[in-house]
């Protein structure tokens, strides 16, 4: 259950106050050793929510996966070493209008499952087709491992499923 940024827009994807929190909290531990780091997850936390707290409009995939690859280096920051990235080219991505922050939202709850669920690092790979984004989770540590995969429909029509 996401608690909402207080003045948030309704009709925009809730954003966990837990998670800005602790992105704060990652770019303060960054300070002393690398303050470059620090600099940067400070300015990915504002793009992200920039992106997020417009209120309810729509944008192309391109700029939706955009905002995924800003919140997937801010989970990068939160968690070090534990999560690794493979995004599609925008080349990839259909031609349709997407509600801002509604697939990111998608792919944030099922990595927070996962990584709920599971110890040690996470493969999260992206890829587009048929419509939709296919989010593949599994840990890049063991290959044999199936993991998850969820299909998120750019549209949104209906929520994310587990393949």
């Known amino acids: 259950m996401h608690q909402r940024i207080p003045g948030q827009s309704p009709g925009v ?3 966990s106050v837990h998670f800005v929190n602790t992105v704060l909290a990652a770019a303060a531990s960054y300070i002393e050793e690398d303050p470059d780091t620090a600099r940067d997850v400070l300015a990915e936390l504002g793009a992200f929510l920039s992106h997020r ?3 309810p409009r729509t944008v192309s995939p391109a700029e939706e996966l955009d905002h995924i690859a800003v919140y997937l280096r801010l989970e990068q920051a939160r968690f070090p070493g534990r999560i690794e990235v ?3 080219a ?3 991505l259909p031609v349709v209008a997407v ?3 509604d697939v990111q939202a998608s792919v944030g709850d099922a990595i927070s499952r996962w990584m709920g669920q ?5 493969r999260v790979a992206l890829s587009a087709r048929d419509g ?3 989010l593949q989770l ?3 540590d063991a290959p044999g491992d199936a993991g998850e995969r969820v299909r998120i429909p750019w549209d949104q029509t209906t929520a994310g499923s587990v393949l």
């Open 53 to 55: 707290l417009r209120g």
């Open 13 to 15: 994807p809730p954003i």
């Open 99 to 101: 509600g801002a922050g």
């Open 132 to 134: 939709a984004l296919d």
């Open 118 to 122: 599971h110890t040690g690092p996470v």
């Open 138 to 140: 599994n840990r890049p």
């Open 86 to 88: 493979e995004l599609p």
């Open 90 to 92: 925008a080349g990839d």
